[in-house]
């Protein structure tokens, strides 16, 4: 169930935090120990009252663990119990509808109530890999809106001599999500009446477009009567702000890396980073990674006051590539104490909070 958002004062608005998780596969590690971490991280937001754990699909790439996306989530979600567990999300056109409905039919029978599936229509990969799984690159776009509205429909409950359907799956509570970066998917979730998830955390230029879009052509659903915008964003946050930008070091050079052509595992954190940058990489950074808050505890809450005031967003997806688990934990900790200070106010100054779906 989604919780509206109410009007904000002062912009300490009682919205829920979530994690996006990539499973990040730091260098000196291996795939493994990076779904160990990520199971481990889990547990650890889930004592701390996040909202959702989602782990992403991407391909080919070294330093990201998460490619059997139901697979690690079955694994999460085995060592948690209330914290919801989903995808942020499946890249569609990767699969067949059907058998990622099984998959996540299979999680929801497993943790009934607990399962959201976040549908992109990236390949969320290169293009040797996109052959590799036999992708349909010539594919139009309105393949990914039929293969949404196909899926959708083997989680409704069977009917007297339906031919086929998913097992697990059909009549099981799976929470849909579309996913975007641009236009297209805010105008597809706002006509399918579905929740919206934005990218903001790493490609934020359409942003406010897609918001407004989304939220002006909205047609509520059986699944949802009002429209419900989850922003994407990095927080890195530690005792002091100069450790914060050296822990945010790490992101910065995978992001240059994979732009570069030189994927890898997450680096370790390099002090001054930034500064010995040629111009252009400073610009891709200061562009593709706006909506990273990185510094200590107040640093980070005024980021993410005016980033709520000027967005109106209902939920954050917050990620963090940070090389050391430890650390990563801890920057989850002072965002989730952040959180708890700007939402222990007097009670007529909070959100009024009701069911949408």
């Not at 169930?1 to 990040?24: E, N, Y």
Request: glycine content about 8%; charged content about 20%; hydrophobic content about 45%.
């Amino acid at each position: 169930m989604l919780p509206v958002r109410g009007v904000a004062t002062h912009m300490r608005v009682m919205i829920p935090l979530s994690i996006l998780d990539l499973s990040p596969v730091p260098e000196g590690s291996d795939a493994g120990e990076a779904i160990r971490n990520s199971a481990d991280l889990a547990r650890h937001a889930e004592k701390l009252g996040y909202n959702r754990f989602w782990m992403a699909e991407h391909h080919n790439m070294p330093g990201i663990a998460s490619a059997a996306t139901a697979v690690a989530l079955a694994h999460v979600a085995n060592g948690t119990s209330r914290i919801r567990i989903g995808a942020g999300g499946i890249m569609l056109p990767n699969h067949a509808p059907l058998m990622v409905a099984e998959q996540f039919g299979t999680l929801a029978a497993l943790y009934p109530g607990r399962i959201d599936l976040g549908l992109g229509r990236a390949p969320g990969t290169d293009q040797n890999a996109m052959r590799a799984m036999r992708r349909n690159m010539a594919g139009g776009a309105d393949e990914f809106p039929r293969d949404v509205v196909e899926l959708m429909n083997y989680f409704r409950p069977t009917v007297p001599g339906q031919a086929l359907q998913a097992v697990p799956g059909a009549g099981l509570d799976v929470d849909v999500w579309v996913l975007g970066s641009s236009t297209f998917g805010a105008q597809l979730a706002a006509h399918l009446g579905l929740p919206y998830a934005f990218a903001s955390h790493f490609a934020p230029a359409q942003m406010m477009e897609a918001i407004a879009v989304y939220r002006e052509t909205f047609r509520p659903s059986e699944r949802l009567a009002k429209p419900y915008v989850m922003l994407g964003c990095g927080v890195f946050a530690a005792d002091t702000d100069e450790e914060a930008r050296l822990l945010f070091s790490s992101q910065q050079q995978a992001f240059v890396n994979l732009r570069t052509g030189q994927p890898g595992k997450l680096p370790r954190p390099v002090e001054g980073y930034e500064e010995g940058l040629d111009p252009y990489a400073k610009r891709v950074l200061a562009s593709s990674l706006s909506c990273s808050f990185v510094g200590a505890r107040e640093t980070v809450r005024r980021g993410l006051e005016e980033f709520i005031e000027r967005t109106g967003a209902d939920e954050l997806m917050v990620t963090a590539m940070i090389h050391d688990p430890e650390a990563r934990k801890r920057s989850f900790e002072i965002l989730a104490q952040v959180h708890a200070e700007a939402t222990a106010r007097p009670e007529s100054l909070k959100q009024a909070s009701t069911s949408v779906i």
